[in-house]
């Protein structure tokens, strides 16, 4: 059985109403009274599970050296500001 609810609902409630999709409940969402779409569960079983890969390090980034200073950087955004 589809259940109408207005589109605030579906927005206040997303994920409580979406929980109620996977469980295999349908909704139909309206706009001003008029029924805009269908939220449905899938047809068939759930698609499989996304393939992950490893990050990789481009750039070389990660062999930067940091710069240390001998005064804090707020001395010199309080420089850079002065100067507008």
Same mark, same amino acid.
């Given at each position: 059985?589809?259940?109408?609810? =207005?589109?605030? %609902? *579906?927005?206040?409630?997303?994920?409580?109403? +979406?929980?109620?999709?996977?469980? &295999? %409940?349908?909704? #139909?969402?309206?706009?001003?009274? %008029?029924?805009?779409? +269908? *939220?449905?569960? $899938? #047809?068939? $079983?759930?698609? =499989?599970?996304?393939?992950?890969?490893? #990050?990789? @390090?481009?750039?070389?980034?990660?062999?930067? @050296?940091?710069? &240390?200073?001998?005064? $804090?950087?707020?001395?010199? *955004?309080? #420089? +850079?500001?002065?100067?507008?």
């Amino acid at each position: 059985m589809t259940r109408t609810i =207005p589109h605030r %609902e *579906l927005r206040n409630n997303s994920s409580a109403i +979406l929980r109620e999709v996977a469980g &295999g %409940e349908s909704f #139909a969402i309206t706009n001003n009274g %008029e029924v805009v779409a +269908l *939220l449905v569960p $899938p #047809a068939g $079983p759930s698609s =499989p599970p996304l393939r992950r890969r490893s #990050a990789r @390090v481009r750039g070389g980034f990660g062999e930067i @050296v940091r710069a &240390g200073l001998d005064h $804090p950087i707020q001395d010199d *955004l309080d #420089a +850079l500001r002065g100067d507008r």
